[in-house]
């Protein structure tokens, strides 16, 4: 499974709704699991690899991989956090983002049953980086404009390489 980088056009498409949980749906998402296990990543979204349906993985160390299927942000705090961010998507580049601390999710698990999580710290940051896949949207996208600049020379400088 090959995770798409910047310069895809998917990337920067919104996702589709989940019709249906069906058995098909579900390898998706374990392959994303599998991909994001070999890229040693925490979180991999459908667009990233693809698939544009509303659809993320989340696999944080020490916790249970997660299933985030058709999710709907409820609720963040206005309480900030500063943290820096990677992307599978934009291999080698880091940068402080800043995002909600706590965020209230909505999503379908991988029975087909709806669930609500209140999420804070790396959880957090994680759902709230791939719900903005979902949208086509890239960290990058919430740094300042001088930053983004910084980091797309570095991009192309690379691929020149």
Request: contains cysteine.
């Amino acid at each position: 499974m090959d995770i798409l980088t910047l310069g895809n056009e998917l990337l920067r498409q919104k996702a589709e709704s989940v019709e249906k949980i069906d058995a098909d749906l579900i390898k998706t998402a374990r392959m994303m699991l599998d991909a994001l296990e070999k890229a040693k990543g925490i979180g991999l979204a459908g667009p990233q690899i693809g698939f544009m349906k509303r659809l993320f993985v989340i696999h944080i160390e020490g916790d249970i991989p997660r299933m985030f299927i058709n999710p709907s942000i409820i609720e963040t705090s206005q309480d900030t956090m500063k943290y820096e961010e990677g992307c599978l998507s934009l291999p080698g580049i880091w940068a402080d983002v800043v995002r909600p601390r706590i965020v209230k999710v909505q999503a379908w698990n991988e029975r087909g049953r709806p669930f609500t999580l209140e999420a804070e710290g790396i959880l957090a940051r994680a759902i709230l980086h791939e719900y903005d896949h979902l949208e086509g949207v890239l960290f990058i996208d919430r740094l300042s404009e001088l930053k983004r600049k910084r980091i797309l020379a570095k991009l192309e400088k690379q691929a020149k390489a």
